[in-house]
């Protein structure tokens, strides 16, 4: 009787220390994530730990609400390598990236109205917005953010923020990373979410890349593909119409010239054609849009070596942009953006006539090419 | 919901036992079985609020199998009620399990074209049909009484065993349920259940998951293989299963002991087993017993001479191949089992029966024997599993050819390469970036480690014999506490997204 007592105390003792030692842990485990906030959900980042930004379905919505700033850059894995300071020497702004790899517009205008959101006392000074044709034809109704991404950073409910905030790879990774990248390493804070350094750029690897449609198939018709581009226009438009204080700058990046022979075979030209024409025309008509257009650089984008594969090119080629953004060139307007495009659908059809047969015939990769 | 979430660990928990010990404690005993079937019912339909109608379904018209019985008595009654219960448990089974799978044969078969319907699977349809089908038929052989609606409700949905079993038996649990001493809060269980419910958590979250990660790798490039990557990936799936399956019963069984409800174990250290059939002793033991007492002992047992022995056998195989899950790679593991057992059966006459827990000081020659005994059943247990895995059985016979390829191409390192460990991140992190030439060599230990920690996990006492013998110290609260931290904190992850194209 006496043993089993003991056995009883020993016991009730054993379960008030599992429960203090066990809180007393994950109480020290969620202090240090929301001191520290590597996703930076509650704060921009304290003291003087860096602005270390990798990773952007968890980072992306943090650095919006959280970070001071007065211009937003949007767009996709080919906007991940500007340097966010190339912004900010050339149009005098403090910028940060809200990226989202292979976005939808549904999905950039998403974090623009967010930024606005968050700052609704000062507003947004510029927004420079990569705009990728993909994009303008991707799904118009699609949801953002949707479940395949970290919603508990996403949402308002502080309930889930457990998924974070007792999160092994969060402590064991991200926060030493943080520290890593703050302390020990020379880490460019306008580098958010840059990736070229890990990556070759060179003819073969791009071609390596690239697997041509075996054949060409007749072009879409407006009918298959006006409804929904004109749809995020629309949503790109409101935004623009809804904020005159704000200099938005749409910016066309440069795809290769295998990224318009994919297009031309898979009958998709007139489409991305129309989808850049529209978005042009529709744009212009606010005094607050810019929109360069570096698609038809021919130089530029038959030279596979600025290529990593068919539509991501180098940080030089970035670099490039800004510097030609502040001249002032590459600029569309009302009167010359139809020359320019036509200037494309030539250019795109001299891919298929003359450039393309250096590395193709008759749909196959010529022998010690690649 | 999962045991392992937090959902389930921080609110849905609590809110059970302190609503299940409170309402007891004021003696409103109905009214605390019916709110622990109202949480049942949560806890369920929280993966698919659809699934809801298929369990109530299932759970009233064996109920009311049970009520008529009450009414007809009579030998002709009760033999057309139990096959009126047979045919309604599986062909509730039939339906939502294998109606897809058998289109497709059908489809194969005839060169047909039946539209698949592509049904979703209610979880843990396979434990609650079987566990009802066992109670059905006990009624109609009168070996259960008609029970109180709330009783019976709660024996099949009482939520720790509800959804990965243990099957448990009407007899097992209902008592428990009727008897009010138990309906008071009890520390020793208490301290008992949170030692189960931890140990099978870390089982679960720290080393099924972890070689899982190898697992999924190496079934996904099972093309990229060679013997020794096949060989690993193999051995870790056996480690993997066991983990995941035994956690997650450990963490069944140690609810039940936080609200005082015994639940059977379903494993008792399988891999130690001298013999297929002693692994069928110790591995997902209630399912063995529910095939033996329902099937194999009805068709005969091993009453019938040797060749219906090894016919009834297997027949019990082969079902519980398909039991396991509608393809035929289920079937083919559970026909390997089949002929493991029968083999067994016909070496067991012959000579001398090592059993497993000889307490007499056996001879060397006799423990030497046992060893070599054990490492073959685990060899082919561990083979068998590949069709238990593979997707098809062309993968499985896929992954034999690459197993017994006798090549050597390095795939062993990419499958450690796949399975990051946070816990030494700062050491991969280095490496990579200031000595990449040896970070395949610290990825390989570490998964070697995990794998080692796993084999050593498996070489030691069953979990029940490890609660039973804690000494309750401070130390021991720490560990737990340390082991449970870890196991939460590794619930959730950060994901790679590895699209590229834009």
């Known amino acids: 009787m006496e043993g089993e007592k003991e056995l009883l105390q020993k016991q009730k003792r054993f379960i008030r220390n599992f429960a203090i030692q066990s809180a007393m842990l994950l109480i020290l485990a969620g202090v240090a994530v929301i001191v520290f906030d590597p996703f930076f959900h509650y704060h921009k980042p304290v003291g003087s730990l860096k602005a270390v930004v990798t990773k952007a379905e968890y980072q992306c919505i943090g650095t919006v609400r959280n970070f001071d700033y007065d211009s937003i850059l949007l767009g996709s894995s080919v906007a991940e390598n500007y340097n966010n300071r190339w912004f900010d020497e050339a149009f005098g702004t403090t910028t940060i990236k809200g990226i989202k790899s292979s976005a939808a517009t549904v999905d950039l205008i998403w974090y623009l109205k967010e930024a606005f959101e968050a700052k609704k006392d000062t507003g947004l000074k510029e927004v420079y917005y990569s705009m990728d044709l993909f994009a303008l034809s991707a799904d118009a109704e699609k949801v953002f953010p949707d479940d395949s991404l970290p919603l508990y950073l996403y949402n308002d409910n502080p309930a889930d923020d457990v998924n974070y905030i007792w999160n092994k790879d969060v402590i064991c990774e991200h926060i030493p990373y943080l520290l890593a990248m703050t302390y020990l390493d020379d880490y460019d804070e306008g580098t958010s979410y840059n990736w070229a350094q890990y990556k070759v750029f060179s003819k073969e690897e791009t071609l390596s890349h690239y697997s041509r449609p075996e054949k060409a198939v007749p072009m879409l018709t407006e009918e298959d593909y006006k409804r929904n581009i004109d749809k995020n226009i629309s949503l790109i438009e409101e935004v623009v119409k809804a904020h005159p204080e704000t200099t938005f700058r749409f910016i066309y990046p440069p795809y290769s010239m295998l990224w318009w022979d994919a297009a031309y075979r898979n009958g998709e030209t007139e489409q991305n054609l129309y989808a850049a024409g529209q978005a042009a025309e529709r744009l212009l008509a606010y005094e607050n849009a810019e929109l360069y257009y570096f698609q038809n650089d021919e130089e530029l984008i038959t030279d596979l070596d600025h290529y990593m594969d068919t539509v991501h090119f180098s940080d030089e080629i970035n670099h490039v942009i800004v510097e030609r953004m502040k001249e002032g060139k590459y600029k569309l307007t009302k009167d010359n953006y139809k020359q320019e495009l036509e200037k494309m659908k030539k250019l795109s059809e001299k891919i298929e006539r003359e450039y393309i047969k250096e590395y193709f015939e008759d749909g196959r990769m010529q022998k010690g090419k690649k | ?502």
């Open chain 2, 1 to 502: 919901m999962l045991f392992n979430s937090y959902l389930f660990i921080f609110l849905f928990l609590p809110v059970a036992l302190i609503g299940w010990f409170f309402l007891n404690r004021i003696e409103k005993y109905k009214l605390a079985q019916a709110f622990l079937f109202v949480m049942s019912l949560w806890f369920y339909a929280y993966f698919d609020i659809s699934y809801l109608s298929v369990i109530l379904g299932s759970c009233f018209a064996n109920y009311l199998f049970s009520y008529l019985l009450t009414k007809w008595e009579s030998p002709g009654a009760k033999k057309g009620m139990m096959i009126a219960g047979c045919v309604v448990n599986l062909g509730i089974l039939g339906y939502f399990k294998y109606f897809d799978f058998f289109l497709e044969n059908l489809n194969v078969l005839f060169s047909a074209d039946f539209t698949l319907k592509h049904i979703l699977l209610p979880l843990g349809i396979s434990f609650f049909t079987f566990q009802q089908l066992s109670f059905v038929i006990d009624r109609c052989k009168g070996k259960a009484p008609h029970y109180d609606l709330l009783d019976y409700l709660n024996f099949v949905t009482f939520f720790p065993q509800l959804i990965a079993g243990p099957i448990v038996l009407h007899s097992e649990l209902i008592p428990q349920f009727q008897d009010r001493k138990k309906r008071r809060f009890d520390a020793g269980g208490f301290a008992q259940g949170i030692t189960f419910f931890v140990i099978g958590m870390g089982k679960k979250v720290l080393l099924a998951d972890t070689l899982a990660k190898a697992v999924n790798y190496g079934f996904g490039e099972i093309g990229s293989l060679d013997s020794l990557s096949a060989a690993f990936v193999a051995l870790a799936f056996t480690f993997e299963l066991y983990f995941d399956f035994s956690g997650y019963c450990d963490m069944a069984v140690g609810i039940g002991k936080m609200f005082r409800i015994e639940i059977p174990d379903n494993f008792n250290s399988p891999y130690k087993s001298a013999s297929v059939k002693e692994f069928w002793r110790r591995w997902h033991m209630t399912l063995g017993r529910f095939f033996t007492t329902y099937v194999y002992i009805p068709l005969g047992g091993n009453r019938k001479g040797k060749l219906r022995t090894a016919v009834n056998t297997m027949a019990v195989f082969l079902l519980s191949g398909l039991w396991h899950g509608a393809n035929w790679t289920f079937v083919f593991w559970g026909f390997l089992h089949g002929l493991g057992v029968s083999v067994n059966n016909l070496f067991q006459g012959r000579k001398k029966r090592i059993r497993p827990d000889e307490s007499e000081n056996p001879g060397r020659a006799v423990r030497i024997g046992r060893h070599l005994a054990q490492a073959a059943t685990f060899i082919y247990v561990c083979l068998a599993f590949v069709f238990f895995r593979s997707d098809t059985m062309a993968d499985g016979f896929l992954f034999f050819q690459r197993l017994l390829s006798g090549e050597y191409n390095g795939s062993i390192w990419a499958v450690a390469d796949a399975v990051p460990i946070s816990e030494i991140y700062i050491v991969t992190k280095a490496l990579s970036m200031k000595a990449p030439q040896f970070l395949s060599a610290v990825n390989m230990a570490a998964l070697m480690t995990v794998a080692l920690i796993g084999a050593v996990a498996l070489s030691r006492k069953t979990t029940r014999k490890m609660v039973e013998n804690s000494s309750w110290s401070n130390g021991a609260a720490l560990r737990i506490a340390v082991l449970f931290v870890w196991s939460v904190l590794s619930l959730s992850g950060v994901s790679t997204f590895l699209y590229f194209n834009f």
